[in-house]
C-alpha cells in the first residue's frame, strides 16, 4: 500500500505549470457561455438521413436552449428554431409541466424537446406551454396553439397526419394540415386522467408518456390512471412570497400506487377497447410497444414487487392478451428499453439472467433464438437495429466499468461484436436508419464533441467539434488542472472499487491537503466515468482540497452481484465501501487524515449523514443535501424495488434509518440543504433531522431554498448561492 500511495503522489506531483492560466472562479463558472462549450443534446436523424438536429443552448444565455440542424452533406450548422424568440415573456409554466420538467431534471428555457414525424416532413418543438411545427419544405414554422392551458407529451404521429398532446388531463389532436382540434378523451381530471404518465412512471420507471401511436395512425394506445386510493400527503411549498400546502397524492413504501388501465382507441370511431393487463390491479404499467404492421400491441407488466416482468402481446381488436416471455430475479428486475420489435414477428430483449446484462433474439412466439451478445461485461442499451443487415448496435462498459463504447453485432448469426468507437473515454450515440451515426465522446481533457460516422465507425464530419484550443470558453483554464486519477481498492467481499481523484493547481506532494469526497452510492448512478468534469467541481480544486470519489457495491455497470449487494440492505453496504475508500485516502501521504469532509445530494446526502454518523467516522464535517432519512417516507417503486417493504423487512428498514444515528454526530460537524417546494425528497426529510438534533441540543448548520423543487428550477444564481455556501462551510470546518 505504502508503494502504491508513493507513485500516486509521484504521478500527481506532474501537475501543470501555472504561469499561463488564470484561476477559475464561482461567477466564471455560473455565467455564459458555458465553459464546456457548445453541445449537441437530444441528437436526431432526419427519417431519411440527410440531416442532423440537436439542441443547443446559447452562447449568450445558458439558460436558453435551441434547435439546431447539421446537413449530411457538409455545410455549417444552421438554427431551425430561436428559443428566445419563440418563449414568451413571463409565462408561468402548469403545474403538470413543472412536474415533468422535474421528473426529467430539466434546468434550461426555450426548446427543450422536439419530435421528427416518421415521413420528415415535420418537427414538433413543444415551448413554455405552446406548440410550434416546422414544416421542411417552407423552413417555416408555425404556431400551432395559443392556449391558456400548457400542452405536453406533445407527439407528430408516425405517419405525419396528426399531432397529439396532453391538455389539462385529456389527450387531443390536430391535423397538421390544418383543420380544427379534436378531443381524443373526455372528463379527465387531475384524479383521473387520461394519456398522462403517473408520478412514479415519469420519476421511477423512465417512462414520461401515457398514450402511444400505432405505425398506421389508425389507432392511439392509451393510459387511464386513477389516483384516488393513493395516499395524500400535504406538502408545504415554501416561496419567495408565501406559502402554501399542497396536498400531493404521493405513493409512501408499503401504500396503495395509483391503478393504471390500457385502453386502445380507434382514431376515426372513438371506439376504445380495454387492455386485459390480468386480475391483478396492483402492478406497474412499465412499457407500450407497437409492432412494426400494428397488428400487435406489446405491453411489459412488472408485478409490485418488482421480482416478475411479463412481456404481453395483445389483440388491439379485442384486448386479449397472452404472455410472450417472464423475466424473473430474486433480488429486481430492472427495466429497460431493449425491447425491439422486429419485421417478422420476433424481437431482441436485455437480459441479466446470466450475471451480466446481455442481448437475446426470440422468435414471434417468444422462443428463445440465441444468445446474442456475451462475456463478463454488461451491455448498457441497444442504440438502433438495422434489419436489412441484421446488426443490433449497443453501448457496452465492455473495457472497463467506468468506460463506455459503442459497439454492432449480428444478431442473425454468432460472433464477437465489433467496435465501433475506440476506447479511453465516455461515448454516446444516436443511430440513422442507414446505421451511420452521430457519436458524442468526451474524457478528462475532451469537452464533449459531437460527430458523425459511417455505419463501420469512419469519422465523416463535426456536428460540434467544440475542439478546445484557442477561443474556447474553457481554454483559459485549460492548462491549470492535473489528470484525473483513477485506481481500484478492495470491498471486503473481494470485489473492486473504482475510485477517481483530482488534486488542486500547484499540487505538491510534500504538502498535506484536506479532500472532500463527493458522494452518491445509490443504485443506478456511478460518479468515477472517464468523462469531461462539470466545472462546478473545479471550483473545489481552486479552493485547496482534493476531490475524491468511489462507487460502492449497488452501483450500475457491474455485474449482477455487484449490483445486489444492496438488496435489502440500503445504507449498509454502500456505508461500508465508502468507509474503505476513506480509509484508503488516510495512508496517502499528502493527505491530512484529520481533515477529511464528504458532500453529496439526495440519495448522497442520505449517504453523508450516515458517513458523519459511523461509527469512529473518518469524516470531520459533511454536506447534506436533499437527503432521504426514512424510507419509509419515500415512494413504493424506487425503495421497494431494493428494500421490499417494512412489513416484509422489518430489519432492513431499522438498520437504514438515519434518526437513531444522530446521536454519533459531531457537534456543528454538518450542513443540511434543501429545496422548500421538493416533491421528490420532500422537505420533512429535513425537518425530522432538524427537529431531532435541536432536541439533542446539537449545532449544525442549515440552508433553505424558497421555491425550489430536487432537480428542476435551480438557476445558475441557485447553484452559485449553493456552491459558495457549501465551499464556505468546508473552509470554517477544514482549514
Not at 105 to 124: H, N, P, S
Not at 299 to 327: K, N, Y
Request: charged letters at 25%; proline letters at 7%.
Amino acid at each position: 500500500m505504502k508503494l502504491l500511495a508513493a507513485a500516486l503522489a509521484a504521478t500527481l506531483s506532474a501537475a501543470p505549470a501555472l504561469a499561463q492560466t488564470q484561476p477559475l472562479t464561482p461567477e466564471r463558472v455560473f455565467a455564459s457561455p458555458d465553459l464546456s462549450g457548445p453541445r449537441a443534446r437530444g441528437v436526431k436523424f432526419s427519417p431519411d438521413g440527410r440531416t442532423v438536429t440537436y439542441l443547443k443552448d446559447r452562447a449568450d444565455d445558458l439558460t436558453v436552449t435551441d434547435l439546431w440542424a447539421a446537413d449530411v452533406a457538409g455545410g455549417a450548422p444552421r438554427m431551425l428554431l430561436d428559443g428566445r424568440k419563440l418563449a414568451p415573456d413571463g409565462r408561468e409554466l402548469s403545474e403538470a409541466e413543472k412536474a415533468r420538467r422535474e421528473r426529467a431534471g430539466v434546468k434550461t428555457r426555450g426548446v427543450i424537446e422536439y419530435d421528427w414525424d416518421e415521413q420528415g416532413r415535420f418537427i414538433l418543438a413543444p415551448v413554455e406551454g405552446d406548440l410550434w411545427l416546422y414544416e421542411l419544405g417552407s423552413g417555416q414554422a408555425r404556431q400551432l396553439t395559443r392556449t391558456s392551458g400548457d400542452e405536453i407529451d406533445a407527439k407528430v404521429s408516425p405517419k405525419g397526419r396528426f399531432v397529439s398532446y396532453v391538455r389539462d388531463d385529456n389527450l387531443y389532436m390536430t391535423p397538421t394540415d390544418g383543420g380544427p382540434e379534436r378531443a381524443l378523451t373526455e372528463g379527465g381530471t387531475e384524479l383521473k386522467s387520461w394519456a398522462t404518465a403517473e408520478f412514479i412512471a415519469q420519476e421511477e420507471m423512465d417512462r414520461s408518456t401515457g398514450y402511444w401511436w400505432s405505425p398506421d395512425d389508425a389507432r392511439v394506445a392509451i393510459a387511464f390512471v386513477d389516483q384516488s386510493g393513493v395516499d395524500v400527503v400535504d406538502r408545504p411549498e415554501v416561496g419567495a412570497t408565501g406559502a402554501s400546502v399542497v396536498a400531493q397524492r404521493y405513493p409512501r413504501v408499503g401504500r396503495p400506487n395509483a391503478r393504471v388501465d390500457l385502453y386502445v382507441q380507434d382514431v376515426v370511431s372513438g371506439r376504445r377497447t380495454r387492455v386485459d393487463l390480468g386480475p391483478d390491479t396492483d402492478i406497474y404499467l412499465a412499457r407500450v410497444a407497437w409492432a412494426k404492421d400494428g397488428r400487435t400491441l406489446y405491453v411489459q407488466r412488472q408485478t409490485r414487487d418488482q421480482r416478475r416482468l411479463d412481456l404481453l402481446a395483445v389483440d388491439p381488436a379485442t384486448g386479449a392478451a397472452r404472455v410472450l416471455l417472464t423475466e424473473t430475479s430474486p433480488h429486481w428486475v430492472d427495466l429497460t428499453d431493449d425491447f425491439r420489435p422486429l419485421k417478422d414477428g420476433g424481437f431482441l430483449w436485455s437480459s441479466e439472467r446470466s450475471g451480466f446484462r446481455h442481448l437475446y433474439l426470440y422468435d414471434r412466439g417468444g422462443k428463445l433464438v440465441r444468445q446474442v451478445t456475451r462475456g463478463a461485461w454488461p451491455v448498457d442499451r441497444i442504440e438502433a437495429v438495422d434489419e436489412a443487415s441484421g446488426m443490433v448496435v449497443f453501448a457496452a462498459n465492455r473495457d472497463r466499468p467506468n468506460e463506455r463504447r459503442i459497439w454492432r453485432v449480428s444478431y442473425r448469426r454468432p460472433g464477437e461484436p465489433q467496435a465501433l468507437t475506440p476506447a479511453g473515454g465516455w461515448w454516446t450515440a444516436s443511430v440513422g436508419k442507414s446505421g451511420a451515426f452521430v457519436g458524442t465522446y468526451a474524457d478528462p481533457v475532451t469537452p464533449p464533441r459531437t460527430g458523425l460516422y459511417t455505419a463501420d465507425g469512419r469519422f465523416v464530419r463535426w456536428i460540434e467539434e467544440n475542439r478546445l484550443g484557442a477561443g474556447h470558453p474553457f481554454a483559459p483554464y485549460a492548462g491549470r488542472f492535473a489528470p484525473t486519477q483513477y485506481g481500484t481498492i478492495k470491498a471486503a467481499d473481494g470485489q473492486d472499487l473504482v475510485w477517481w481523484m483530482r488534486v488542486p493547481p500547484g499540487f505538491d506532494p510534500a504538502r498535506k491537503y484536506p479532500v472532500i469526497v463527493q458522494v452518491y452510492g445509490g443504485p443506478g448512478s456511478a460518479r468515477t466515468q472517464k468523462t469531461w468534469s462539470d466545472p462546478e467541481d473545479l471550483l473545489y480544486l481552486e479552493a485547496g482540497y482534493v476531490l475524491f470519489r468511489l462507487d460502492n457495491r449497488g452501483t450500475p455497470n457491474r455485474s449482477v452481484p455487484f449490483k445486489t449487494a444492496i438488496d435489502r440492505r440500503l445504507g449498509q453496504v454502500e456505508v461500508e465501501d465508502q468507509l474503505a475508500g476513506a480509509r484508503y485516502l488516510q495512508t496517502l501521504p499528502f493527505v491530512d487524515a484529520a481533515r477529511i469532509g464528504v458532500t453529496g445530494w439526495s440519495y448522497g446526502g442520505y449517504m453523508t449523514l450516515l458517513l458523519l454518523t459511523a461509527p469512529d467516522s473518518p469524516f470531520k464535517a459533511g454536506v447534506s443535501g436533499a437527503p432521504v432519512t426514512d424510507w419509509t417516507l419515500y415512494d413504493t417503486h424506487y425503495t421497494e424495488r431494493y428494500m421490499g417493504t417494512p412489513a416484509d423487512n422489518a430489519a432492513g428498514y431499522a438498520a437504514s434509518q438515519v434518526l437513531p444515528r444522530l446521536g454519533r454526530l459531531k457537534p456543528d460537524s454538518l450542513l443540511i440543504l434543501h429545496g422548500m417546494a421538493d416533491d421528490n425528497v420532500t422537505f420533512d426529510h429535513t425537518t425530522r433531522v432538524l427537529y431531532a438534533l435541536q432536541a439533542q441540543g446539537k449545532p449544525f448548520e442549515t440552508m433553505v431554498y424558497p421555491g425550489l423543487r430536487h432537480r428542476g428550477g435551480w438557476t445558475p444564481a441557485n447553484r452559485l448561492h449553493r456552491l459558495r455556501t457549501t465551499l464556505a462551510f468546508f473552509d470554517r470546518k477544514l482549514k
